[in-house]
Structure formats: C-alpha cells, structure tokens
DNA sequence: ACAGTTTCCCGTAAATGC
DNA sequence: TGCATTTACGGGAAACTG
C-alpha cells in the first residue's frame, strides 16, 4: 500500500501533560511519494476508556517547522484529503489507536528558493508529518502531539535511491529526533559506522550481512579519506576522482539481490565483492570449470558476472561472463543460466565451462535445488508445440581447448 | 500525447446560419482515456480576420445527449479543467484554429445505471464531444457548434482493444453522424466489409494488406452464420461455440506485428495465418528445412511461431515451435533466433532445421537483412568480459535425424 | 544548454463495485 | 461469488523549469 515500510506504532507523546503516562516508540524515517497513498499508524499509550472515540487526531505536514529550523528552501507539501481520524481502543485493547489511510501529499505552489549554491537537493530535504489532538482533562485544556521522524518527500521511484541513503545517513549520525538540516552540514561516517549499515541493507533484501572479505572490498571503494571517514558528497554523489556514484552502484545490487537472487545470495553462494585481481588469483590454482559469482564493478543498474578458469595445455585462463542485468535475469534466472551456459569453439565444439563453484563444490549440488523443475512443475507446454528454451552461449575467441578431464561434457541432458 | 491519433481538423459547423460556409471535414472517432490527457484540433472554416480571437470556444462533453438519444445508463464524464480557447489564425492564414490541449475527463458520481440485462459494456458506450461558441454577426445572435464522431471512453489501456472494435464497427456499419445507441441494436456486418476494415488494420500497422490466402482462412474464424454476416457480440465477445473472442486474438496479433513484426510484415515474409492442416500439406513436399511463418491460433496475447519439414529415413515429420509472444520477441527479435534456433538430438548433436523460408528462399536471403549487427553496429562490450548472446534451443524428441542433406550446418559460425 | 525534478502514461496488479 | 470496471503505482521517458 505504501511505498517504503508502513510507519507502526508512533507515540502520540504527551506535551507538558505529566498526568499522562507515555512511552517512545519504535519510529522509522520514510520515504515518501507525491500523489501516492500511503499509512501510518498511531497509538495512544495511555488506555483511558473515557477518551474512547472522543480524541480527534489531524496529521499536519512540517508543523512549525520553519519557525523551529529555519530551513528556508525546502519544498512546502500539504495533505490533499483531511487527515483527521478518531482515535479508538485497538484490538488488543490495551491502547487507543487509528490508522491513517490515504494520505496524499502535494506540494503547494509556494516555494521560496534560495538561489545560493549551497542548495540541497531534494532528497536532502528532511521533513515531519505531526500528529495533532486536544481534549480535556482534569478541568485542563490539554493539547498534545507526535511527530514522526524525518521523512523524504520524492515524486517518482527513480529518486528512492538517493531517497534511502538520507534516511541511511541519518539514523546512523545522529540521535537527535528532528534536526531536519543536518544535510547543510553533513556529517561524515566512520567505515565502521557506514559498513554497519550497508550490511543491514543486505541482510533486509537478502537475509545475510556482509562477511569481512566483502566488507574489505568495499572499503576500498567509499573510503577515500586516509583517515577513514566517509563523507556524504563523496558517498551520495560520486566523490572526486571516480566517476560513479558509489551508493547507487551498491543500491543496484541491492535491488538486484531483492528480484532475482534472494536465496543465492542467502545460502552464501555468491561471493559477490571481489576485484577482478582478486578473482584470477583465487581461481588461478583450482581444477578447470571452477568458477564463482560477482557484481559488476561499472553497471549502475546492478548486475552479476560469473567468471571460471580453464587449463590447457599448460596455459591457464580465466574468463568471466557478460554481466547479467536485471532484465537478462527475467527471462531466466541465474542458477538457469549457469546450468544452461554454453561456450562454442571451432568445430563444432559446444560445452559448459562451468563444473565447480569455488572452492571446489559440483556445481548441480551447489545450485541443483534452484534449477527449473526442481520446486516447480515442468513448464506448461501448449499441445502440438515444441517446447523450447533460452540459453545463452559465448563464441569463445580462443583456440579451442581440450575437453576438461578428457571427458566431453554432454549437452543434450535433460533439464530435472 | 495522446491515447490514440489526435483527433484533427474538426469542423466547426454552422448552425442556421447559411451566411458562414461551412466544409464537412474528416472526423474520426476515437478512443479516450479518463485522467489522460488528449489534443483536439479545431477549425473554423471561414477566415473573416474580424473575428480573430473574438471567438472562445468551449469543449462539452455529451452535450444534450440524454434528451437527444435517451441513452440513458451511459456514464457521466465531465472536463476536469476549464475547457475553453480562443479562435486564431492558423500558420497558413486560411482559417481560423484553435487546439485543445490538456483536455481531462473524469466520471462524475451520478450514474444512472439500468439493471436489465441488456446493459451495454462500457466500450459499447459512445459519447460525443462538442464544441460551441457564439458571437455577434449581422446584427444577430449567432450560436454554432460542431461534435465530434462518436467516441469510447475507457479508464485503463486494457481496454483498447475493445474499445478499438467498437469504433471500427460504427464507421463501418453506419454513416450516422451521431447515433450513439447503435450497440443497443448493433447491426451485423457482411464478411465482404469486416473482411477490409481487418485488412485496413494490418495495413495501418504493418504497412501491408491481408491476402486472399489469410482472409479465406480468417473467414472460417469470424463468419458462423452460413449467410456470411458476422454478428457483433460473436466478434466482440467470443461466438457461442468457440471460447476464444476472435477480435481480441486478431487484435493481440496486430500489437505483436505492430511491435516486433513490422519490418517482416511490410515485407511479405510472414504467412501468418494458415491453419495448421494447410501448413502439414504445403511443407509436405517440400525439401527438408523448409520452414513458414505462423501465428497462434490459441495464444490471445499475440504470439508467432515456426513450422518446419524434415524428412529422415524416408519418414516426413512437420515440427511447430512453442509459439514466441510479446516479452520472448522483445529479448531478441525473431531473425535471429531463427539464426540462432538450434535443436538438439542424443549424442550431443545440435544443428539449426530452418534453412529455406517457404517455398525455397534461402533462409539468410529473407532473413539477412534484419539479424543483428546488419544496420547496426555489433553490441557494445563492456570490456574484459566475453559477450554472451541468447538463443533458443529445443531437445528433440524423436530419435536423431541425420544431418539433411549430408552436411552438418556448423553451429559456430560468427553472427554477420 | 543542461541537470535536477516533476509530470505523464503504459501496462500490470490490486481493489472495487455490481 | 464471479465478473466487469476502476484505481493504484512501478518504471521509463518526456516535459518542465529555472
């Protein structure tokens, strides 16, 4: 329904109210879209049945804040429906609750630009979305309220990216709970603190951190300061002498993790961050057909490469394969792939030059449980049709090299 | 900008007022998008200069329909945006122009609905938009106003096809300027005039008519009735019998030409439509490799497939490839998986069994000038990884056939 | 001219209504 | 319940805007 992660069980905190008990929450910064829906739950800590469905909840956008922070610039959003809801005893009856559907923010018409170059993007822009109410109690006026933590306002997907690595930046550097201009004067992460993050992000879409090999890897590439900082421009805009954006290149991965290699990447058979010099020195010494995964070092969108090593004839070589993109892996997924692969030499000589994953595990064992057919049904054939199926094949440029082992690998066995 | 074709040089027609000359010109109608934007040119066809930009032209949707047609149960929709523009010349000078652009309409909530059971769908609704002005003339008070043909309003793009058979079947069934009940009663049409407007169809998006062979075949599809009408609800909406609605197969078909198969239609490569009794008895003689183009008779999402003949050991076999659609076409286009298609017998023999395109054109003749890499340039590698292609292979299950013609078609040939 | 940002819209999926 | 129709929204591209 929404676009990121609903935002549960903000505290309806009382302001200056002692008589009300309350309690922090659990509250996440969240990105979100113009002209899209999306829900955020509130709960009133304190059950008193006599407020039952006589609290009146309206949700403002950035209530005081230009006052409170002076962030001049930014983006003005309102909420296109009413945001107001009563407030009523939840489920488990232990507290007054309402979930607010169907906000839609837009942004109004008035925006006071600085023109400076200091300017933040917009994805730098952190905004609140305060959750309002009054009642009485006790012969008192009480007026109370519950701000969500800094959000991101963005209009298309494409901006997500940028979007999350603020939320990102944020959480880490800071515990303040509203200090929407820290983007004026970012500040900068040890390898440490942002290493802890980026592996967080993996065990989400994939349900594994990082391991130290991998976290070494990419140490090298957001690490440009010898004393081990990393700073925002650097990390969310593509720092000095390297032209790629070092956090949209992992967020690709990412999300190629999250479409089509959530289980590899869970069981642990993609090694994923190596260099390419690392690579040639791991296979180097391992029989023929041993190979291993790793993402693309220059695609931006996310992509995975396999790369094997041949001996012949006293000569060794190590390959590695046209990366694969999130497209290619939608027509078939990679254990497919790997299993399916061919590579053609002069003659008439057709193989798959991929026989062990590193260091040395048979390649039908390591992926044999994703092939095709393995959990599903054979494909659904059409009556009078032959079925047919995608490979892909590489014509390699080389001298033709001997069959591994002696031994031809037979390419007209059946799929399980 | 718009759904479909804009809607150009509607005529602005004079009402009681012979002292304007007024010219019929070409209206079509057309299909529309609720909350979509559309453009509407507009022409009055006399340039009396004192009139520029005198006179404002306001766009109105159903005007006077429900008095005029009783047309009731139809939906509502009205012009979200004011829809007003002022009469100016046009670059030519000849008449005065107005262009309607950000035109947006929306149901409004009233709804009369009829519950009898002969309910309209809502692509059998047709709506009118008319456009009036009045100004001064002569002393008298002059209000004109031209409409628009028919037009079908649909609110998601799955809807076309539909909404697409509707239009088609108005223009051909009746010259009626305004008579928007006409699927109440809708009439049927001889096979003779559904016959061209199909035709017109592939010749709109694939610049080449049906021939005689693929209409003799598609009138056994369409015409039910032995006195060769075609009723409308048999060709909107699946006939009795049959459980496939014809219009919508056909119509899938031309999206496909119209996005992957232009070039090979316009060019007379594609049979298409044959059945598949024909396709046994027109390969049956015919030399081994021999192969045609077809579409799926069954697929309703538009899909194409190729039957080729072998003969081994005295015995003719006829083979049908599972049929290749929309999201397989757009991986790689249909000449070069017929270069690549490669099929696969035991012992580890693969070879490609189209040679000759029906009846003897050597495959890379017909074929050559659209594989890859002919107009274009080769793929762009990123370097230091050996480019991979996707090809098609089936696993014969029949037992191997020798090699036609006594030579082996090498596999490792480069792509041209 | 250009880059950042938003709008637009197809196509698919989900929700809605009858 | 099932089907017809609408809404929602990701994703890519065009349009916008300073």
Redesign the pocket.
Same mark, same amino acid.
């Given at each position: %329904? !929404?676009?990121m992660t609903k935002l549960l069980s903000s505290a309806l905190v009382v302001e200056k109210q002692p008589v009300m008990a309350s309690m922090p929450s659990i509250q996440q910064p969240l990105v979100l879209? @113009?002209? *899209?829906?999306f829900t955020v739950g509130l709960r009133f800590l304190v059950n008193l049945e006599k407020f039952r469905c006589l609290l009146k909840v309206k949700a403002v956008f950035d209530k005081d804040v230009a006052e409170k922070t002076k962030t001049n610039g930014f =983006?003005h959003f309102d909420f296109t429906k009413e945001p107001s809801k009563v407030l009523d005893v939840n489920v488990t009856g232990d507290c007054l609750v309402a979930e607010f559907t169907d906000l839609v923010n837009q942004?109004s018409k008035k925006r006071v =630009?600085k !023109?400076d170059e200091s300017a933040l @993007?917009? @994805?730098e822009e952190l905004h609140v979305i305060t959750f309002v109410t009054c009642f009485q109690h006790a012969g008192l006026d009480c007026h109370i309220q519950a701000s969500t933590l800094p959000v991101v306002v963005? !209009? *298309? @997907?494409? %901006?997500l990216p940028s979007a999350w690595a603020s939320v990102m930046w944020y959480n880490v550097s800071t515990s303040e709970p509203m200090n929407l201009s820290l983007f004026s004067d970012p500040p900068r992460l040890s390898w440490p603190e942002l290493s802890q993050v980026l592996s967080w992000q993996f065990l989400s879409v994939g349900k594994r951190r990082l391991d130290d090999n991998q976290l070494s890897m990419l140490r090298e590439k957001f690490v440009e300061d010898p004393d081990g900082f990393v700073h925002w421009n650097s990390f969310s805009k593509g720092g000095c002498q390297k032209n790629v954006n070092v956090w949209l290149w992992l967020s690709g991965i990412l999300d190629l993790i999250k479409k089509h290699l959530a289980d590899l990447w869970r069981d642990g058979l993609i090694m994923g961050f190596v260099s390419r010099e690392k690579i040639k020195e791991l296979l180097w010494e391992k029989k023929t057909g041993t190979f291993l995964l790793r993402f693309s070092e220059t695609n931006q969108d996310g992509a995975i490469s396999y790369s094997w090593v041949e001996h012949h004839n006293g000569e060794t070589q190590v390959h590695s394969i046209e990366p694969y993109t999130k497209s290619d892996l939608e027509k078939s997924p990679l254990p497919d792939e790997i299993y399916d692969f061919t590579s053609r030499v002069h003659g008439n000589v057709t193989r798959n030059p991929l026989l062990y994953l590193y260091p040395d595990v048979d390649k039908d064992v390591a992926f044999g449980r994703y092939y095709y057919g393995s959990d599903k049904q054979t494909l659904p054939r059409v009556w009078g049709y032959l079925p047919r199926r995608p490979i892909n094949v590489t014509d390699m440029p080389t001298p033709p090299p001997s069959p591994p082992h002696g031994q031809q690998v037979p390419l007209d066995a059946q799929h399980p």
């Open positions: %329904q !929404s676009l879209k @113009t002209k *899209a829906n =983006r942004e =630009r !023109s @993007t917009v @994805t963005i !209009s *298309a @997907t494409g %901006q």
